[in-house]
Every structure is written in C-alpha cells, then in structure tokens.
C-alpha cells in the first residue's frame, strides 16, 4: 500500500534533494508551514516566471508588489472580515479542535463545504460522532475567522491581518494603476507573493499551507463590452468541465467542449474568463500534467466566494489527494471597487468613449425670466444664477412635493421655472469595471509538477520535470575531487554562470552516484570534467532522458546548452 | 528649500511613474508601508538578482525560502523575545507614542540608540521635553516589543511572531542544509523575503518600512580556521571605516584603509567578513553609488543586536537623510546555533577532519581482571563488561568523592579498577560554526539606487540607472496610435520577449513626450516603429544617456539590445 503512494515517495525526495520539508523541523514542526531548499527555490522560481510569461508578459498586464499586513478596514471594505471563515469543531474533553466540514468529508458526507452551522451539526448529531482524537464528546460547530490577526504600531486598536489573497491590494491601488497604464483598458494587474490563511488543521503538507505563495491577477473590463478578442486564438481548445446543473444532477462526470462552446452554452460565463481558463490548462499542461489529469469544476453558489458571481477550480488528480484544486477563476464582477469606492469614497469609475458623441435628450427645469423679474426685482440676476446652477433633482422633488423650493432665502415656486428638453453631446460613460482573476498557488504547483515527473528507471528515481522548468539546467561534476579537476570544474560552472545558465558545482561522491543525484533533482544535463578536458578541452555531457553521454569541445559547451534548452 | 531635496523629487517620480508609493493611500495611508509599481518592482527584482549574483552564485552558496510566520519559540531561542525591542515614550494627553531615543535625536542628542531606559528617562527630564504633537506631558520611557505578533491556528496560546529577520529561518535549518550540501564546508546560505518589524512610528517612507524586502546571507566557517581564501582578490580595495576606537574619541571622520590592512589592524576581526563588506562596497557601488559616499561605521557594544560580536553598518549618503545604513555586517560567532541546539536537542556540530589523523593520549579507568573476578565470582563476566562501558567521568567522580559506585546492584570500588593511559587515534574534532551575515533591504537600495540615479537634462528628469539594473532595457513605442504601427510595434515587442529581453509597449500620447517618459522611467533604449519600418523593415533606436538615435534593421535589434547591454 504504502509503496504505490506518490505523496510518501515525493515527500521524501523532497526532503532528501532540498526541494522542500516541513517548517521548524527541529522545535517538532508547525502544522501548515513549508520551508524550500535549494532545489526548491529554484524550481518554484520557475514556475513563478512561467506564470509571469504565460499570463502577464504575452498581454502587456502589470505586476505589482504590496504589503502583506494589512489594516483592518481593507478587510471590512472587501468583506472579507465579515465572510472570511471556516467551521470548527472542538473537543469538550481534550480541547482539539478540527474542521466541522473535514471532519464530515472524511467520514464520506458530500457536499460539507457548503453547509451552514446547523446542517453541520445536525450532521454531527444524526452520526454520534465523537472526537477522533479521543472519543470525547465534540461541542457546538462555530466559525472561526481564518485570517491571521496582528496590531500596527503600539495602538492596539490598530487591528491588521495578513492578507489572505494578493487581491486587495491591487483593488486598492486600481486608480493610481489605471492612470500609470495611462488610462489604457482594459487592463490586467497581477502580483505574486506569500499569503497567509490561518488555517485551523492543515493536513495535506504542501498542499493546504498557512502560508504559500499566490500567483494571481485581476484582469479589468467593460461588463458593457465583454467580448475578449484573444478568445479567437484558444476557441477550439477543448476543456473538460462539470458545470453547476450536472453537479444538482448529481454527476461529477465532465463533459468536454471546446471554449467556444462553453461560451456559447453560457457554461462559462465571460469570454475572457474562458479565455484565461484556456491559458490555465495549457500553463498546467506544460508543468507536465496532461490534459486528461485536469478539469474544471464549478463551485456551487454555496462553495463560492462572497465576491464571486461564478467560480470554477481547476482541478488536477493527484496520487494521494484525488481531484485537487490547482487554481481558482473567479468572475469578481464589480464588487470588489465598488466595495473600495463605497468605503473609501475614491471613485473607480472609468471613463469609456463612445466610438462617436451621441446626442442624448435631457429634460430641465430652466428659469423662467420674465417670472423671476417680476418677483424678484433687484435680486433678478443673482436669482437666474441660483435656479440654473441648482440640483435639478432636488429642485424637481421639492416643487413636486411642497410646491416651493428655497435657495439662500429665495422661494422659488412652479412658475419661476418652465420645463425644457435640452439636447447634449454625451462623449462617453463613466463605468465601474468588472474582474476576472485567475489565482495559483505556487507551492501546490511545485509539488504536483514533481508529482507528474516521478519516475522509476531501472530503479532509480529520475525527476523528468519539463526541461524548461527544471531547477538547475546544468550540474558541472569534477571526474575526481583533485584540486586540478575542481579548478577546472569551478571554470566551466562560472563560465555557464557568465552565461546566465542555472547550474551548480557537485564534487561529492562517485561520479555515478552524483549522475543519480542530477536525475533525482531533476537537471537535464550533467557536465564531466575529467582529465581529457585538461589535456584536450573536451567534457562530456550526459542527458538525464536518455542517460546518452556526448563528448565535446569545452568551447562548444554553452551553444550545446543553449541549442538542447531551445528545442521543442 | 523644497527644490533641493532630492527625496521629495525621488519620491514624486516614484509615484508618477509607477514605482513605489504609499500603501493604503486611498485609506489615508499606514505608516510603513510601500507599494510597489511595474517599474518599481522590475527594478527591486533587478537588484535582487544582481545580489544573489554577486553573493551566492558566484561562490556557489545555497538559497532557501522559509515562512515568515514563526512560532514563539524560535524567536525565544533567538533571543528576540527578550531583546527585539524598541524605547517608546507616550503623551498623558493626546496619547500620541514615540519613538523615545529617536524623538531626542531630533532635538540633538548624540548616541541616543545605546540610551537605557534610565538614560532617556534622566534626558526628557533634564530638558523638561514635551510632547511634540500637543505639548502635553509625557509619560516614562518603557520598552515595546518591535515584532508584529499574532497565533497560529484555533488556539490562543499558540502565540507567533512575523519574523524580523530571515537569517532564524535558516539557523533553524543548519543541519539539514549542510546534508544538502553534502556537508561541504564552509558554506553560505542565503534568502530574499519579507521581514517584519513594528516600528514604533516610522516616518521616513522607503527607508525605514515595517515591512521590506531582506537579502541576507550567513556563512559558516570554523572559527579555528578562519582564514577567507578569496580575501587575496579584494585585499588592496580601500574602504572608508569608522572604527569603535575613533567614535570613543568623539571622531565620526572615517579612516581610509585597505581591507588587508583592517584586517592586519584588527579593526575588521574576521577575515570572511572583510571579503563581504569588500563585495558589499562593489555591489553598491555597482547600483551607482560612488565609493565616496559609502562609509563603514562600526557599532558600539550597546548599539549591536544581542548576538553580534562585531558590527558594521555600511552607510551611504543621502540627501534628506543624511548617513544611512544600507547593510549590516554582523559577527554572529556560534550564538545562534549554540542557542538553537540548547533549546532543541538538534546537534548542530560540523564534523572538521583533520589533514591527517592525530594520536590523543587518554587516561582510562579500566577494569582490573583479577581483583573483579576475586569480588563477584561467576558474575565476573558481567561486571567486566558493566566496568568497561561506564560512564567514564561518573565512574572517577564516585569513586573520588564517595569511594565507591554502583552499577546494576553492583558495588565497585577503587581496587577493581587501574588507571590506564590509552593512546587512541583522532581523525577530527566537532565544532559549532561561527557566523558572519551581511544583510541588506532591498526597499532602500530601490530609493537609493533612484536618488543616485535621478538627474536632470536640459529641464527635464532622466533616470540614468546602471544599464544592467534598469526596469526595463527597451520600450517598444509606435509612432502613431495607429493600428498597423501598433501592430507592428506588438510583433517586435513579442520578439524581444522570445529573446528574454525586458521590454514594454507605450502608445499613448506624442513621440516626445514618450521619449520623455521612457527617461524617467530609466529605460536606455526606446525603439520606434513608424512607416519606413512598415516598408523597409528598420526601426528608430533611441539612447537614454545620449538622446541620439541611429536606425537599424529589425532583424539586427536583438543583437544591437544585446551588444549594448554586454559592453561596459
């Protein structure tokens, strides 16, 4: 059993190579934390500038970098004070306290993330479940706020929590943006940075963490003119999907459809977010997770986030975990600057021409003069000048309502002003743009791209990762750890660093065994120094794919390098 | 006044296009934090990878990620729990709180940072200061703890902290990094963050942050072997040091030195500290500031961090600011894995072979055959082996002081024993390592590498950032915003992206103003797409430094960006 679990045998590789271990080690750990190592850091660095290519690069968006903490109004502005909760379950007798809902899944309940404290409970009584810790009786579910709380400065009042998504604080800046893109739309802005979501009993190491990396990005546009032009390019890729109706069918089975389909079946509700989850599949694709191993699932209106109007996760299938979200396309509509311009009072609104003015009919209430004199006298100008610069709306509702209206101690009545159709040249509207936003974590990535490259080859482990994603392209091995090899050896790595190659030095151990370290990190090409290339200027270089070895001129090295990185 | 403060200027240009600004603005701001822009965080992100390029990859160190959520623990290992703390006064009547030692350094007094609580206490009340805000009475000095806090998961007591530093993420991981390592050694180990510090009130924008951007590295050495091998390739640099013997005589002129002779003299006390500060003043140096406004100030005793030996701030000169530390150099010695393996268990010991094996002399309490079978009889095999195997400093210490000891039931006294000097052969001895750290803020090295580089040309701003440090090395910019230029202007913003070139488009507005923009901004090369690139396929290169353009080829713009950017 335990030999067939990938999780077991990539944790442990993990561990062994510096990609990555749990947090704290030594102190017995803390749940929900992961540190990267060498090879980790590396990997998971790729898969961030990936991204940043794939999705941000390729359309010109903007990347931004914003603070972690966070002062508490952001928060209630965004709602997430307010909805940003999970249900926990505690034990009366040894104080434990779990997920209500995980709790329910893994005793086989469907459906829990979408029940409320009650059905929780009901559940909870219905079963007689107890503690699984130690059998003691549970208490009542409760919510519990899973942001991280801290206090800015020596004000206690001054509450602040850890962000947990990237998404405020580029919603916050959306206008300053706006106008450093010069006012260009729509727009995308994107950020990639450490998260945090105080969970209350991660279990699934890198999978759940308390704090990981997000990779996300809000894209803007006109909910009025929605058509994304890029769609063209992807329309005939086919995505696997379960839509919301087979769900209430009751099926998990995916159907497969091209975007242009989901579109048309309003299966996907904004091009664009078609769009994007296209890009998605094909980015998951090329971490080295086939297609067949993906799908969309979409959230119920119950799973989804407070600020989304349609959500799909991408999911991938993982050995251990089963389907596992890989990343979330949220449909933010409005919400999030109308939410920021309500509570901060800046206005998010965007302007957006006409292809050309169009004339629009307005109806006023205009002074009458000849009344205004005759009441008025003297005051006759100043009067004019009051009643045609004044609210139209006020004036209309108290003429309507009371019959007379004051201004700065003048009674205007109904017969001061005559009704009158003004015709104006509207250039444009104001609109509070709407969002998509893809959102990845990068942890959950590195770890499910190992996953996919996990391979067995005449018993060893060779970590086939896509070469372009690979941690480190070159190792540079010295035949022997003799100072002249070494020397060499230290030449050819900063000669390739020069080069802006990733590569690293390994002098320890037999040459094969440090062969089987390369493939278990995952390089693709391993470099040997031996005694010929000081005689000749010849190395050797080994393929991780095909364990081939080819002898060439040192001179040669980096064009070789450059030329395998290079092809398909 | 106002125009010569290069700060306001810097932090106008921050702002208007799109490198940093103030977090939260449109919520009127918090203290200490920053935004970062597209321009602000490509440039960051530069500086960040010329860092790991001048610190890790060229001497093959290792770079980690660990969380920054830390729990208690380490950080009462650490000792931050007990020292990371800041002196704060507070205002009886507007409550208002201070930063104590730092609210008397405004009013002139010296050395206020190695104030004790006492000190400061003895100073507000001799100058009879009041609260600077309302002028209200102030309360006494007390100490604040400058982490942000918070807990992990359900339960309160869980208490964690953000961490100051990133250096304990690595501490914490020394074993398991020097495996990885392959227990090569001496070994660097670096990592690029965020760190936390809840600054009483902060009040000098990019300088000094709550949180920021920490590029540290430790490197472990054995303290008997201190010697930096690669000195010899910065030994004759000269550096400008303020040693603790020159600031005891009240002089704050710095000594000019090469790090040879600072070593030779004692004033810089570890070798492989010296080497770094040496990189430190090239890296630096290498952002555009000249070695003319850099300086090395030493800390006074009272002034270093609770586990420094030796401190050395690297400061440069900055227009509002005055000398301003860019870079700690700390001699952490074995405090902080002697304190990790004390409160852990984990054995932080390194394994020093010697060259060759040496032979100890030892002197043994060893069981004497005859005296012991004479005792016990048929349990003489027994006791022979109890005797052979215990605890040889129990054993000397028993029968020292109370004549005789027990093992297993079994009374053995001084005639059972002789004493024997064994001669044994030692390979190596374990020791901990000792530490050096330099430790830089990416946030301030943003502003400074801009103040340096701020310039003004015939009226108008240009960014003359180093080429290799630059946001962007192109912007591809049509002449007209029109669509076969855009288009056009696309295809060549594709291809410099296929060629990893850093790059962006700009449409809006006229030619002029967007050479303008390009300059301020920093870029060295603006490229125009006009008609003749339409029909003969050349294109406008327009340098930064110079404003002159040449025309050239497109299919020659990616060796011309290239041979640009690789000359010096």
Redesign the interface.
């Known amino acids: 059993m335990k030999n067939t679990d990938k999780y077991e045998k990539v944790i442990e590789l993990g561990?062994r190579?510096?990609f990555f271990?749990p947090?704290?080690?030594?102190?017995g750990g803390?749940?929900?934390?992961?540190?990267?190592?060498?090879a980790?850091?590396?990997l998971?660095r790729k898969i961030e500038n990936k991204w940043r290519?794939f999705f941000l690069?390729?359309h010109?968006f903007?990347?931004?970098?914003?603070?972690?903490?966070?002062?508490e109004?952001?928060f209630r502005a965004s709602g997430h004070v307010e909805h940003f909760k999970d249900p926990?379950i505690?034990c009366k007798i040894c104080k434990r306290?779990f997920r209500a809902d995980h709790l329910l899944r893994d005793l086989g309940v469907k459906n829990t993330e979408s029940m409320t404290l009650t059905e929780l409970r009901n559940e909870f009584e219905t079963r007689g479940t107890v503690c699984p810790e130690c059998g003691g009786q549970l208490l009542e579910p409760r919510h519990?706020q899973t942001m991280?709380?801290?206090?800015?400065?020596?004000?206690t009042e001054a509450i602040?929590y850890?962000r947990p998504e990237a998404a405020q604080?580029i919603f916050?800046?959306f206008?300053?943006?706006f106008e450093?893109a010069?006012?260009?739309f729509p727009i995308g802005v994107g950020q990639v940075?450490?998260a945090?979501r105080?969970?209350?009993?991660p279990r699934q190491g890198p999978i759940r963490l308390?704090?990981f990396t997000i990779m996300e990005f809000e894209f803007f546009f006109d909910p009025e003119e929605p058509q994304c032009p890029l769609l063209k390019d992807v329309q005939d890729v086919e995505v696997r999907v379960i839509p919301i109706q087979s769900r209430k069918e009751k099926s998990e089975e995916p159907l497969q459809m091209s975007l242009r389909d989901a579109v048309d079946r309003k299966v996907i509700l904004v091009e664009w977010m078609a769009y994007f989850m296209g890009l998605s599949q094909q980015f998951i694709g090329e971490l080295g997770i086939p297609q067949d191993k993906q799908r969309f699932l979409e959230k119920l209106p119950s799973e989804r986030a407070h600020y989304s109007a349609q959500t799909f996760d991408q999911e991938i299938y993982l050995d251990r975990w089963g389907w596992t979200e890989i990343s979330g396309h949220a449909y933010r509509t409005s919400y999030d600057l109308s939410r920021?311009m309500d509570?901060?009072g800046?206005d998010n609104r965007v302007f957006r021409p006409y292809p050309r003015p169009v004339e629009v009919e307005e109806k006023r209430l205009v002074p009458d003069v000849d009344a205004i004199r005759k009441t008025f006298g003297d005051d006759f100008p100043k009067v004019m000048e009051l009643v045609g610069t004044v609210d139209q709306g006020l004036l209309e509702d108290a003429l309507t309502k009371k019959g007379s209206y004051e201004i700065d101690g003048f009674t205007i009545t109904q017969n001061h002003v005559k009704a009158k159709t003004l015709k104006r040249k509207e250039t444009g509207k104001r609109i509070v743009p709407h969002v998509v936003e893809p959102s990845f974590g990068a942890d959950r990535l590195v770890y499910s791209a190992m996953e996919y490259a996990y391979s067995i080859k005449e018993d060893r482990v060779v970590l086939g990762l896509p070469k372009d994603i690979a941690p480190f392209q070159v190792v540079v091995l010295p035949l022997l750890k003799k100072s002249d090899l070494v020397e060499k050896a230290n030449k050819i790595?900063?000669m390739l660093?020069e080069a802006k190659i990733d590569t690293?030095?390994?002098?320890?151990?037999s040459i094969g065994r440090r062969y089987a370290r390369a493939d278990e990190i995952g390089v693709p090409l391993a470099v040997t120094v031996d005694y010929e290339t000081l005689t000749d200027g010849t190395l050797t270089v080994r393929h991780r794919d095909t364990w081939k070895q080819v002898r060439i001129g040192q001179t040669n090295l980096i064009s070789h390098t450059w030329d395998f990185f290079d092809s398909k």
Not at 62 to 71: A, G, M, Q, Y
Not at 148 to 155: A, E, L, N
Request: glycine fraction near 14%; charge should be neutral; charged fraction near 25%.
């Open positions: 561990r190579r510096g271990w947090s704290y080690e030594i102190y803390a749940g929900g934390f992961l540190d990267f190592g060498p980790g850091v590396a998971k290519d690069k390729r010109g903007l990347e931004i970098e914003t603070p972690i903490i966070t002062p109004k952001i926990m505690e306290v519990m991280f709380q801290t206090t800015i400065g020596p004000y602040a850890g604080g916050v800046n206008r300053r943006l450093v010069r006012e260009q940075g450490h945090l105080n969970e209350i009993s308390r704090e920021h509570q901060s800046v790595y900063r660093l690293y030095c390994d002098e320890v151990g």
